[in-house]
Structure formats: C-alpha cells, structure tokens
C-alpha cells in the first residue's frame, strides 16, 4: 500500500475517502510514511500518519485481518460453516484453533452485514414480505430464543433480522421446573423493553416498504406479537395472518419461511433437532446466522433443481436485486475491512447493537468479550 484509503480516526476530515481523493487531486499532503513493523503473518507492514491529526495506522488497519497473527481463509470458513461444520471440526480442517474460527466469524459477518445494508440501502422492494420467528436456543434448552426473519415471499432472500431471548416454556418436570427457577436467578435483569423485537424487524423493513410503490402484503402466523408493530407501518401494509400448524405446501403464504426454516436446520450445526453443538454465546450465534443469510441471500444457488440454464440464479437475482450492484458491493470481501462508522447510518438497530457486540447472555455468569478490532478504528 503506498498510501491509506482515508485516516482511521473517524473525527478528522480525511476519514471520508472522498476529501482524500480530492486532497490528492489538488495535490495537498494526506499521509507520510511512519515507519515499519515486522510481523510473522504479514512480512514487513508500513506505517503511516495523518497530517491533519497525527493519527497512526498501518497498510494492516485496512486489512480484515487487522491485529490477526495468522493467515485463515475466509471463503473456506463460510463454505464449511454453511454445510453444518461445527467449530472444532472448521478448526481442525483449518488448522487453527476454535477461538481463531470464532475470531475469524466475526470479522466475516461484519463483512456480510455492512456489504448487505450497503446493497439494501439501494434497492426498491419488489415483492411481498413474510415474517417469522425461528427458535433454537443458547447455552441450554432453558434459554429458548427467536431469530426473527422477514422473507421475500416470491425470492425467499432475507431482508431483515432480529434476535428475541424467551423463557422455557412447555412441559417440565418438578427437577426441570427447580433448574429452571435457579437459572433464573442468576438471568441478567433486564427493564421491560419499550420496543420489540417485531418492531425493530419492522424498523428495518419501513425503508425496502417506503421504496415499493404500491401495497405490501406481509404474512405471519398467528402469534400476538404480530399485529400491533405491522400496523405502525402505515396505510400501505396489509397484514394477513395464517397458522403455523396449515399444511407446509408451496401454496401456504408461510412457505418462505417454512423453507428458509428448514435449511437453517440443515446447514448450520447448531439449529439442528436434537444437536449437541449449541451455540454457548448470543453474540457468536448471530455472527454463524448474519454470515449464513449472506451467503443463502448472494452466494448460494436458488433452488437445486432448476434445469441448467437457471443454475446462475441466485435469491438476490429473484428479489430483482441488480447484479452489478451486488458485484460492485462484494469487491473484496474477504480482504478489505468495513469500517463500522462508514456504514453506521445504513446498518439497523440490532445490527449496531450486535456489532459490538451488546446482545446480553441470559447466565448472568457468562464472559463477554469484546475484541479490540471491533471497538477501535
Ligand atoms: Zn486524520
């Protein structure tokens, strides 16, 4: 790299690539050279700094693999991790240990939610919507959970997502029913929230909906939480609401989510029936679930069983998404970091809650750990 993209001190003015470019052209120093630091991994990096802020950085702050010490390949992590890998076996196939394949995770999913509100920040809807909740759990079965989803009801691609903690319900025995009082305890006490998880899915829908000229049809099932955060949408919604229990055929209005649902089962490990690899961490589950709507959104074939003259289609291609856009937006993924306060104001709620990694486990007892490459610029 002879000279950085933009300084990485998000308070000065060369933090827009843009005034760097433009200070280049007028022919105005942006950068000099700081020096050099050896590294194993990389080989000799240069160092530079700012000369409006006196702000250092190095070729490696621009990298995704900023502060890492070992070389992993991304694209062989996602295609593992969407074929039902578990943590150890990535590691073992990576040669690296689980901690590196959780690091590695959340870098890539970072990359996946910024590329993906990048390209919904510039499209228009183009279909109707159908939003559900899927359950699984973290740490054990007394901490259910929902990841709700919003689906296109024709492509199936995923146009939003959110992350609900539940309590145990159903049957329990005296012993189940004592475990779980204990557990309780020891929760994190949260306030009552004053915005659902609904609404914040919806949140993220308000702008693909505001884009659609006409009326937009969102399905669900007939679950409580449904009706009052769709009617806020406004005049331009309908919302029709049908039983989860309905036959799960092409013609139910829930088939992209009972199909979305479905290959969440089968490809990630830890949605699994009867799984022994479950997620231990809220935060690292969401990371395995942005990085896998990604690759089912951009990456993965729309249905196997096309003739041959639609095998390039993809659910991005069904949603009336532009290739070009997609292609101009995924321009190394796997190498270039985006950086959280250039794609702050595109990414959601939940999104920004999620990236620093914010979403509370339920055990009170349970670390959290925040990685400086995700808190520093
Ligand atoms: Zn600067």
């Known amino acids: 790299m002879k000279s950085p993209p933009f300084c990485t001190n998000p308070l000065c003015t060369q933090h827009t690539p843009k005034v760097v470019k433009k200070r280049k052209k007028k022919k105005l120093p942006t950068f000099h050279k700081h020096g050099t630091r050896s590294t194993l991994a990389f080989g000799l990096v240069q160092r530079f700094c700012c000369v409006l802020c006196g702000t250092t950085c190095s070729s490696q702050s621009f990298s995704l693999d900023f502060y890492a010490k070992k070389v992993i390949s991304y694209n062989d992590l996602q295609n593992l991790m969407v074929t039902s890998s578990s943590i150890r076996a990535i590691g073992r196939i990576l040669s690296c240990s689980p901690a590196s394949v959780l690091n590695r995770t959340m870098r890539l999913s970072r990359q996946c939610a910024a590329i993906d509100a990048e390209i919904l920040s510039q499209v228009a809807l183009d279909e109707n919507l159908v939003i559900d909740g899927f359950e699984s759990y973290v740490e054990s079965k007394y901490h259910p959970n929902n ?60 702008p693909l909906i505001a884009s659609k000229p006409d009326t937009t049809t969102i399905s669900s099932d007939l679950h409580h939480s449904y009706p009052q955060p769709i009617r806020e949408l406004g005049s331009q919604v309908v919302h029709i609401q049908t039983s989860s229990h309905d036959p799960r055929s092409k013609e139910n209005p829930l088939a992209p989510v009972n199909y979305a649902d479905r290959e969440f089962r089968k490809d990630l490990c830890e949605h699994g029936r009867k799984t022994i690899c479950y997620g231990k961490n809220v935060n690292n589950q969401m990371d395995r679930f942005i990085t896998y709507t990604f690759w089912h959104n951009y990456v993965k074939q729309y249905r196997i069983n096309d003739p041959k003259e639609k095998y390039h289609l993809r659910h991005y291609d069904q949603a009336g998404i532009d290739n070009e856009l997609v292609n101009r937006a995924r321009v190394k993924m796997y190498t270039k970091r985006r950086f959280f306060s250039h794609i702050q104001e595109k990414l959601s709620w939940f999104h920004r809650v999620w990236w620093v990694r914010l979403l509370q486990n339920p055990e009170a007892s349970s670390k959290m750990y925040v990685p400086k490459f995700l808190t520093s610029f």
């Open 147 to 206: 990841i709700n989803i919003a689906a296109g009801s024709d492509s199936s691609f995923i146009y939003a997502t959110t992350y609900t903690q539940l309590n145990r319900k159903g049957r329990m025995t005296d012993a189940q029913k004592s475990k779980a009082a204990a557990l309780k305890e020891t929760e994190h006490i949260t306030p009552e929230p004053t915005v659902t998880p609904v609404q914040f899915l919806c949140a993220q829908l308000s």
